[in-house]
């Protein structure tokens, strides 16, 4: 931690020095929690997820806190579900192409977690490298590795394709993102999850409004479910900067 502490106050300081910044946030509403094709939490209760993305014009350096909380069910937990930490760097390595490579560093809290009933730490570390290029579909693969409670792997290939809605160039576009994972976790390696989502970006002055619907199939020897829909509504704003 003091590492991640040390080094993320070392980059901001680079990144300040050499580019102006810029602050963008959102907060979104979720009828649920699944990641990496797993629910999280309490099944089919309403959340809360905000964000706060800093970023360092031309550097490549970005920084991001995000966190997740149940407004449903709160006797079973007190203040934030999770409190997420993302160190980003990206680098485009060409221009023709559009390929970039990004490299960064997530630090996972959860400030709930009773360590004793699941035997958990309250955070866990998860470096990750990747690699996307510039096209109408926007293909990525990006590898994480889990080092404290998860102890493994996570691969995953994704790619998303924009189809306008209406004309004009302020025409709204339903996004349609899909992605498929490998995993290392509990004792399997192998197929992890398979996830669609489909959403449409709105915008009202400077705020965007995003609208969204998600399915996940994943591998239940790894997570409790095989199959979970969900849905939300994302609103952002920019605070400020370049």
């Given at each position: 931690?003091?590492?991640?502490?040390?080094?993320?106050?070392?980059?901001?300081?680079?990144?300040?020095?050499?580019?102006?910044?810029?602050?963008?946030?959102?907060?979104?509403?979720?009828?649920?929690?699944?990641?990496?094709?797993?629910?999280?939490?309490?099944?089919?209760?309403?959340?809360?997820?905000?964000s706060?993305?800093?970023?360092?014009?031309?550097?490549?350096?970005?920084?991001?806190?995000?966190?997740?909380?149940?407004?449903?069910?709160?006797?079973?937990?007190?203040?934030?579900?999770?409190?997420?930490?993302?160190?980003?760097?990206?680098?485009?390595?060409?221009?023709?192409?559009?390929?970039?490579v990004?490299?960064?560093?997530?630090?996972?809290?959860?400030?709930s977690?009773?360590?004793?009933?699941?035997?958990?730490?309250?955070?866990?570390?998860?470096?990750?490298i990747?690699?996307?290029?510039?096209?109408?579909?926007?293909?990525?693969?990006?590898?994480?590795?889990?080092?404290?409670?998860?102890?493994?792997?996570?691969?995953?290939?994704?790619?998303?394709?924009?189809?306008?809605?209406?004309?004009?160039e302020?025409?709204?576009?339903?996004n349609?993102?899909?992605?498929?994972?490998?995993?290392?976790y509990?004792?399997?390696?192998?197929?992890?999850?398979?996830?669609?989502?489909?959403?449409?970006?709105?915008?009202?002055?400077?705020?965007?409004?995003?609208?969204?619907?998600?399915?996940?199939?994943a591998?239940?020897?790894?997570?409790?479910d095989?199959s979970?829909f969900?849905?939300?509504?994302?609103?952002?704003?920019?605070?400020?900067?370049?």
């Amino acid at each position: 931690m003091k590492f991640f502490l040390g080094l993320l106050v070392g980059l901001m300081i680079v990144g300040t020095v050499h580019a102006q910044t810029s602050v963008n946030a959102s907060i979104g509403g979720f009828s649920g929690y699944i990641w990496r094709g797993g629910i999280l939490g309490a099944d089919n209760k309403a959340l809360l997820q905000p964000s706060v993305t800093l970023g360092f014009g031309d550097s490549g350096l970005s920084f991001n806190v995000w966190g997740s909380f149940f407004v449903q069910s709160r006797t079973a937990t007190k203040g934030a579900d999770e409190l997420d930490f993302t160190l980003d760097y990206t680098k485009t390595l060409s221009e023709e192409s559009g390929m970039s490579v990004s490299i960064g560093y997530v630090q996972y809290t959860f400030p709930s977690l009773d360590t004793k009933v699941t035997g958990l730490d309250k955070h866990t570390e998860e470096p990750y490298i990747g690699i996307s290029l510039a096209n109408p579909v926007s293909p990525s693969v990006k590898f994480y590795y889990d080092f404290n409670n998860a102890d493994g792997w996570y691969l995953v290939a994704s790619g998303s394709y924009a189809i306008p809605i209406g004309e004009g160039e302020d025409a709204p576009a339903l996004n349609i993102g899909v992605s498929a994972a490998a995993s290392s976790y509990v004792g399997k390696t192998g197929f992890n999850d398979v996830t669609a989502t489909a959403s449409v970006g709105l915008t009202a002055g400077r705020f965007t409004i995003s609208p969204m619907a998600g399915f996940s199939y994943a591998d239940s020897k790894i997570n409790i479910d095989k199959s979970s829909f969900w849905g939300g509504v994302t609103i952002g704003i920019p605070l400020g900067g370049e």
